[in-house]
């Protein structure tokens, strides 16, 4: 299977300028590249498409310029923008640059014959003479083709929004960092979101233009879940693949609660599986969807690519402990996600060095009312302490009652869950 028949089984393709780009690429190695505005610290999951592109590409032998938008980030792209977007300052954007690069480490290599190169758009464009720039590169774009864009028709149309002449400018300079890439590294080829479709052609024309040589496009479809919603966000928000943004146990969680209908689709664009390996996994959803065993594999591998093995490892183990599971040695975020809306409450640290009875300990947090019901449960078998069953009622509080730095939790029974801080 050739890098385009199986990006095309993999449904990553949504326009090609060319036919004859599939032959290319199996004859020689291209220089492609894909622009990412840092718009964030964090990049989020609806850029993990492009990314993924980006590095099936590189594993195929080809050599990835990751291109970030210093200087356009300035900008803001307004395709299919309902409205501008708010400026970045240059601080922003270099504060922002550096999370960026480190996430994108993890998808393509920075090492050997094809070492993928990352670039920032500031270095050429924000040292580039605006009226050079208006008399070589403004007069090969037509404003009338500009203006039928559909992306440009959409902004125009809205009184209240409209869109202004920087916005404007966005396709010329997109334009120009192709130019600029192909004269500097041989760069051929970009690829992008569908929403980047116009951007691409018009820079491969300027390259046409003023180079006389060819240049190809390749564009991803918009990602949309089975309901026809977009990919991307949770109840809270944006996924992001930092975890100082999202957690990688709620990452984790994102994708174990993917819907049946969406999941074998999730499994093509965003796992390195085979297709071998992803057929079998549909056909296993197909005959027993209750034990969601694709679920889990696309939530490990997806959790592994972004976060690493041990992250996934505490994930899946913070993931067990709503059932029973051992939650030892978590760190106190993950406690703290995972037992986000259950009862918790507050003790000073220095009760742990009292060596307090648990039973005491329980009553005056509130979990029970009396001390009698407390023993009544221990005696039961029903009390658990970090998920361990608690045989005893002379049972103390000590350092060792923690599962994390500063926390402990209480089961009552299989469900009824309780979080102590200690501060």
């Known amino acids: 299977m050739t890098l385009l028949e199986e990006l095309t089984w993999r449904e990553f393709v949504s326009q090609v300028t060319h036919d004859e ?89 920075f090492d050997g014959k094809n070492a993928a190169v990352i670039v920032n758009n500031a270095d050429w464009l924000c040292s580039l003479p605006l009226v050079d720039f208006l008399r070589d590169i403004g007069k090969h774009f037509s404003v009338n083709v500009m203006l039928s864009k559909e992306s440009v028709r959409q902004r125009i149309a809205d009184r209240d929004y409209g869109m202004s002449f920087t916005e404007f400018s966005y396709s010329l300079l997109q334009a120009y960092d ?82 049946d209908a969406d999941t074998p689709q999730w499994l093509r664009y965003f796992t390195f599986l085979t297709p071998e390996a992803i057929t079998e996994c549909e056909r296993r959803l197909g005959e027993e969807p209750e034990k969601r065993a694709a679920q889990r594999l696309l939530a490990e591998e997806v959790t592994r690519l972004v976060h690493g093995e041990t992250a996934l490892s505490n994930a899946i183990r913070a993931s067990r402990a709503m059932f029973g599971g051992d939650i030892k040695g978590l760190d106190d975020a993950t406690v703290e996600d995972v037992f986000s809306e259950v009862p918790s409450f507050e003790l000073p640290r220095a009760e742990l060095g009292n060596e307090r009875l648990l039973v005491d300990v329980l009553v005056q947090c509130g979990i029970f009312k009396s001390k009698g019901e407390v023993r009544r449960i221990i005696d039961s078998g029903g009390l658990y302490l970090n998920n361990q069953r608690v045989v005893s009622s002379d049972v103390k509080l000590t350092e060792q009652s923690l599962c994390s730095a500063h926390t402990a939790v209480i089961r009552k029974g299989k469900k009824d869950y309780h979080l102590i801080r200690f501060i």
Not at 52 to 78: C, E, N, S, W, Y
Not at 201 to 207: C, H
Not at 213 to 238: H, Y
Request: some cysteine; hydrophobic content about 40%; proline content about 5%.
């Open 21 to 109: 780009l599939g032959g290319l690429l199996e004859k020689e190695p291209f220089t492609l590249y894909c622009g990412f505005d840092p718009t964030a610290e964090s990049l989020h999951i609806g850029n993990l498409l492009p990314i993924m592109g980006m590095a099936h590409f590189q594993r195929r032998g080809h050599k990835p310029i990751v291109l970030i938008g210093g200087a356009t980030g300035l900008i803001g792209d307004p395709s299919f923008k309902a409205q501008e977007r708010q400026l970045l300052t240059k601080a922003d954007v270099e504060k922002n640059l550096a999370g960026i690069r480190a996430q994108l480490e993890r998808f393509v290599s």
């Open 178 to 259: 192709f130019l600029h890439l192909s004269d500097t590294f041989g760069c051929c080829l970009q690829i992008g979101g569908s929403d980047q479709w116009g951007n691409i052609v018009a820079g491969m024309d300027l390259i046409r233009r003023l180079r006389d040589r060819p240049a190809f496009g390749l564009t991803f479809p918009l990602v949309l879940k089975s309901d026809g919603s977009k990919f991307g966000k949770s109840e809270s928000g944006n996924v992001w693949l930092s975890a100082d943004y999202t957690s990688p146990y709620k990452f984790y969680q994102f994708w174990l609660n993917q819907a």
